[in-house]
T-cell receptor, first 111, second 113 residues
């Protein structure tokens, strides 16, 4: 069964810390993996999309890595800010079109 | 701005009423889908479409109907609303293919009383 797991479910850190969010998946034969951010009461905003042939993608203070063989992706956030507080969702594409979502990590960055 | 537009943003229905949630995209995406998001359940796929005239069921299709008459629009119909359908509904679209990612709408918060 294809599953996506995100641990921890919640994380609280002081401002300025570098942090890592984890995503694991059960089948290494993925097409790509996408990280999203969701603010309370809002929709999902795409952060990074990593193709199966790539090892990492970067956007500003965000860096996402992909290790298919171990079934893992990490989202690294450098120098965290209170504005980074949100829920971060990982989604994996195994099917040609369909993404499977993890349940998310709720991040709180304390001033 | 290009993207996925969902209407309405909020809706309250009485049990047994029907309604249609609208979703439109202007990116010429072939693939469109509907998810519901519930606390502790994550995002669950309701229905999806890979092009005009083609639809298929996801994980939780019961109580919902869809059709796809144009590339741009993918409405979700609730024929007889039930309290169990209280949720936040998201529409997402993408190009068909292994390399594309999703673009999401801002959601419709539905309450059935």
């Amino acid at each position: 069964k294809q599953e996506v797991t995100q641990i921890p479910a919640a994380l609280s850190v002081p401002e300025g810390e570098n942090l890592v969010l984890n995503c694991s998946f059960t089948d290494s034969a993925i097409y790509n993996l996408q990280w999203f951010r969701q603010d309370p009461g809002k929709g999902l905003t795409s952060l990074l999309l990593i193709q199966s042939s790539q090892r990492e993608q970067t956007s500003g203070r965000l860096n996402a890595s992909l290790d298919k063989s171990s079934g893992r992706s990490t989202l690294y956030i450098a120098a965290s800010q209170p504005g980074d507080s949100a829920t971060y969702l990982c989604a994996v594409k195994w099917n040609f079109n369909k993404f499977y979502f993890g349940s998310g990590t709720k991040l709180n960055v304390k001033p | 701005n290009a993207g996925v537009t969902q209407t309405p943003k909020f809706q309250v229905l009485k049990t047994g009423q029907s309604m249609t949630l609208q979703c439109a995209q202007d990116m010429n995406h072939e693939y469109m889908s509907w998810y519901r998001q519930d606390p502790g359940m994550g995002l669950r796929l309701i229905h999806y479409s890979v092009g005009a005239g083609i639809t298929d069921q996801g994980e939780v299709p019961n109580g919902y109907n869809v059709s796809r008459s144009t590339t741009e629009d993918f409405p979700l119909r609730l024929l007889s609303a039930a309290p169990s359908q209280t949720s936040v509904y998201f529409c997402a679209s993408s190009y068909v293919g292994d390399r594309s990612g999703y673009t999401f709408g801002s959601g419709t918060r539905l309450t059935v009383v």
